[in-house]
């Protein structure tokens, strides 16, 4: 009798380690499983913020903002010309370096595969932004001029005043961030002006000329 009750008592005694170790097992494992829904929880919280201050750089948006600004210059006057386009490339630059500059003054953003993006790293891609929409005013202009040279419309490139068109689109741009630093200091926005850049002549000549834009 005494041995079959210290049997029971042993088998017991595994049986209750055995349910011990089970519990502790599944405790361990419980504990795993919330850890790894914690991590996946701010993982996924981590990754929704960079998606939210992903910056996805359009090659459109220059030439976009451009076009609406001009939209609205004839919609007031009927038409635009030469000085429209060099005041409204000069503002865009204006509009868009403030957009970055306040996008990049309280938060973080990343490029599309998630390493950080810097406000230099904008600044740059607007200023090659600029620069191509420069070089592209000054094609379709020097294009337009050939065709107005063989209708006889007039008598000889106006190779001059397409050089200082590119100057002109120079000179608003330092104008319009000139007027941003400005009116931020004041809190008032931007807005399109009627300044001309370059010499009086230049657009003498470039208004005879058809616009061709995007």
């Given at each position: 009798?005494?041995?079959?009750?210290?049997?029971?008592?042993?088998?017991?005694n595994?049986?209750?380690?055995?349910?011990?170790?089970?519990?502790?097992?599944e405790?361990?494992?419980?504990?795993?499983?919330s850890?790894?829904?914690?991590?996946?929880s701010?993982?996924?919280?981590?990754?929704?913020?960079?998606?939210?201050?992903?910056a996805?750089?359009?090659?459109?948006?220059?030439?976009?903002?451009?076009?609406?600004?001009?939209?609205?210059?004839r919609?007031?006057?009927g038409?635009?010309d030469?000085?429209?386009v060099?005041?409204?490339?000069?503002?865009?630059?204006?509009?868009?370096?403030?957009?970055?500059?306040?996008?990049?003054?309280?938060?973080?953003?990343?490029?599309?595969?998630?390493?950080?993006?810097?406000?230099?790293?904008?600044?740059?891609?607007?200023?090659?932004?600029?620069?191509?929409?420069?070089?592209?005013?000054?094609?379709?202009?020097?294009?337009?001029?050939?065709?107005?040279?063989?209708?006889?419309?007039?008598?000889?490139?106006?190779?001059?005043?397409?050089?200082?068109?590119?100057d002109s689109?120079?000179?608003?741009?330092d104008a319009?961030?000139?007027?941003?630093?400005?009116?931020?200091?004041?809190?008032?926005p931007?807005?399109?002006?009627?300044?001309?850049?370059g010499?009086?002549?230049?657009?003498d000549?470039?208004?005879?000329?058809p616009?061709?834009?995007?």
């Amino acid at each position: 009798m005494s041995m079959e009750i210290t049997n029971n008592y042993s088998n017991y005694n595994r049986e209750y380690l055995k349910s011990q170790g089970s519990q502790d097992g599944e405790q361990k494992v419980f504990h795993r499983d919330s850890v790894e829904i914690s991590q996946l929880s701010k993982n996924r919280e981590t990754l929704m913020d960079k998606i939210k201050h992903t910056a996805v750089w359009s090659v459109t948006s220059f030439g976009d903002m451009r076009a609406e600004i001009l939209k609205e210059v004839r919609e007031e006057k009927g038409q635009y010309d030469y000085s429209d386009v060099v005041n409204a490339c000069g503002l865009s630059y204006a509009r868009l370096y403030s957009e970055i500059e306040q996008r990049h003054e309280k938060e973080r953003y990343y490029k599309t595969d998630g390493t950080p993006l810097t406000k230099e790293e904008e600044t740059e891609w607007l200023d090659i932004q600029y620069e191509q929409e420069v070089e592209w005013q000054k094609s379709c202009a020097r294009i337009a001029a050939r065709s107005q040279v063989f209708q006889g419309n007039i008598p000889e490139m106006p190779t001059k005043e397409l050089e200082e068109l590119e100057d002109s689109f120079y000179q608003a741009k330092d104008a319009y961030m000139k007027l941003y630093r400005e009116n931020r200091q004041a809190e008032r926005p931007l807005f399109l002006r009627n300044d001309t850049f370059g010499k009086g002549r230049l657009y003498d000549v470039l208004n005879r000329l058809p616009i061709s834009l995007k």
